[in-house]
């Protein structure tokens, strides 16, 4: 699987963008995605993530009601919907894959997911 993330850009707070991540690969249907995000001097963390099924998701605590992720499988795209965003949502965003199929618990791990895009750029100015 190859993942390319768009959307990126500059926002100021309270603003939204919409990232997307399209998907290469026949196993797009049956793989868990997730959107995790690296602040620069910080570690990558953990955003959003759903399993194969569109149904069950999970997101961190500080985007949650904020944030929003869903996939189109006819577009092989997964897609991340941030609303009243903030100057601490500034980062780079990368999506992530796997083909195995996650359970709840699994899906805000980074080790869990196999393939990474190369990221898009979140800024957003106060």
């Known amino acids: 699987v190859q993942l390319q993330a768009s959307g990126g850009g500059l926002v100021q707070a309270g603003g939204s963008l919409r990232l997307s991540c399209a998907a290469s690969?026949?196993?797009?249907?049956?793989?868990?995605m997730g959107w995790f995000r690296q602040a620069p001097g910080k570690e990558r963390e953990f955003v959003a993530g759903?399993?194969?099924?569109?149904?069950?998701?999970r997101y961190a605590d500080s985007v949650k009601g904020r944030f929003a992720i869903s996939r189109d499988n006819a577009k092989n795209t997964v897609y991340l919907q941030m609303n009243s965003l903030k100057p601490e949502d500034t980062a780079v965003y990368y999506c992530?894959?796997?083909?195995?199929?996650?359970?709840?618990?699994?899906?805000?791990?980074?080790?869990?997911?196999?393939?990474w895009g190369q990221g898009t750029l979140v800024t957003v100015s106060s």
């Open positions: 690969g026949r196993t797009f249907t049956s793989a868990s």
């Open positions: 759903m399993r194969s099924s569109g149904t069950t998701t």
């Open positions: 992530a894959a796997t083909s195995r199929g996650l359970i709840w618990s699994q899906l805000h791990s980074r080790g869990a997911y196999d393939y």
